[in-house]
T-cell receptor
Framework: GAGVSQSPRYKVAKRGQDVALRCDPI?????LFWYQQALGQGPEFLTY????????KSGLPSDRFFAERPEGSVSTLKIQRTQQEDSAVYLC???????????FGPGTRLTVL | DAKTTQPTSMDCAEGRAANLPCNHS???????VYWYRQIHSQGPQYIIH???NNETNEMASLIITEDRKSSTLILPHATLRDTAVYYC????????????FGKGTRLHILP
């Protein structure tokens, strides 16, 4: 039973580059969450999917951030024209009824130079 | 904003009990207290949750005061592998919703 996996684990981007971060949730999990974690802070919510539907994107900090989950399984978080303030760990979590316990992946550490 | 307050950091000697406090004075009647921890370079991991009774599992014990305004997570015999950031969260049980984390408590287990 594999857990949530994320790739790449580490990403270095030059300011202005576009990046794509991938999340493979636990097979069959209905819900998928993305969080952003700045250094020394707790994770902060970005967006949430139920199957392929993006039900909440209120946490996305700007229109440079875009997430998709087209087939209701794998999700991609895309950041366009990266800025230094985008440097953070991006965490993905998946869950399913009835308990909706969120299982987290190891995160992708993004460093924007 | 997070609805809990925790100390920024704590130390505990290896082999001793680690007692991590949390204040949640605005908790509502149907909200549970959840604890997660985050070991370096990993995602948060669920530890335990409770409503008003004390709870125990293989990882920890959770003691909730009678007025439910505070709680304590107890790691009975701390090991070096328990060094992590511990988050206390209040939320509805089994809710399919985002988790609101605070800054947590950074627990250092000292050899």
């Amino acid at each position: 039973g594999a857990g949530v996996s994320q790739s790449p684990r580490y990403k270095v981007a030059k300011r202005g580059q576009d990046v794509a971060l991938r999340c493979d949730p636990i097979s069959g999990h209905v819900s998928l969450f993305w969080y952003q974690q700045a250094l020394g802070q707790g994770p902060e919510f970005l967006t949430y999917f139920q199957n392929e539907a993006q039900l909440d994107k209120s946490g996305l900090p700007s229109d440079r951030f875009f997430a998709e989950r087209p087939e209701g399984s794998v999700s991609t978080l895309k950041i366009q024209r990266t800025q230094q303030e985008d440097s953070a760990v991006y965490l993905c979590a998946s869950s399913s009824p009835p308990y909706n316990e969120q299982f987290f992946g190891p995160g992708t550490r993004l460093t924007v130079l | 904003d997070a609805k809990t307050t925790q100390p920024t950091s704590m130390d505990c000697a290896e082999g001793r009990a680690a007692n991590l406090p949390c204040n949640h004075s605005t908790i509502s009647g149907n909200e549970y207290v959840y604890w997660y921890r985050q070991i370096h370079s990993q995602g948060p991991q669920y530890i335990i949750h409770g409503l008003k009774n004390n709870e125990t599992n293989e990882m920890a014990s959770l003691i909730i005061t009678e007025d439910r305004k505070s709680s304590t997570l107890i790691l009975p015999h701390a090991t070096l592998r328990d060094t992590a950031v511990y988050y206390c969260i209040v939320r509805l049980m089994n809710r399919d919703d985002k988790i609101i984390f605070g800054k947590g408590t950074r627990l250092h287990i000292l050899p």
